[in-house]
């Protein structure tokens, strides 16, 4: 199994950056890709952006341009750094990873909220 585990959210002003972590423990040598969603409130979970182990990253066309996902192999870690920060982006964002036989692992997510 895999555990994930967020940090990084917080109140942030609008027009700011944040940069989000999820590190992952456990059988880590099974991932194939990891990744982050998000969910404001009373909306469903939306794709944010997503890497696999040979750096490919895929983004959602909505977010394109305000973030960058990266990944630190050494410490089993992916980063989600997101710029020009809107309230509309208030959400809890929620990591993931996918392994063998396409099951994925979740975390309990980090909440941001953006101040206008």
Same mark, same amino acid.
């Given at each position: 199994q895999v555990q994930l585990v967020e940090s990084g959210g917080g109140l942030v002003q609008a027009g700011g950056s944040l940069q989000?972590?999820?590190a992952a423990s456990g059988?880590?040598?099974t991932i194939y890709h990891m990744g982050w969603y998000r969910q404001a409130?009373?909306?469903e979970r939306d794709f944010v952006a997503s890497v696999d182990t040979s750096d490919n990253t895929i983004y959602a066309d909505s977010m394109k341009g305000r973030v960058i996902i990266?990944? $630190?192999t050494?410490? $089993?870690?992916?980063f989600?750094?997101?710029h020009n920060l809107s309230p509309e982006d208030t959400a809890i964002y929620l990591c993931y990873a996918v392994v063998g036989g396409g099951v994925a692992y979740w975390g309990q997510g980090t909440h941001?909220?953006?101040s206008s």
């Amino acid at each position: 199994q895999v555990q994930l585990v967020e940090s990084g959210g917080g109140l942030v002003q609008a027009g700011g950056s944040l940069q989000l972590s999820c590190a992952a423990s456990g059988r880590t040598f099974t991932i194939y890709h990891m990744g982050w969603y998000r969910q404001a409130p009373g909306k469903e979970r939306d794709f944010v952006a997503s890497v696999d182990t040979s750096d490919n990253t895929i983004y959602a066309d909505s977010m394109k341009g305000r973030v960058i996902i990266s990944r $630190d192999t050494a410490k $089993d870690t992916v980063f989600l750094q997101v710029h020009n920060l809107s309230p509309e982006d208030t959400a809890i964002y929620l990591c993931y990873a996918v392994v063998g036989g396409g099951v994925a692992y979740w975390g309990q997510g980090t909440h941001v909220t953006v101040s206008s």
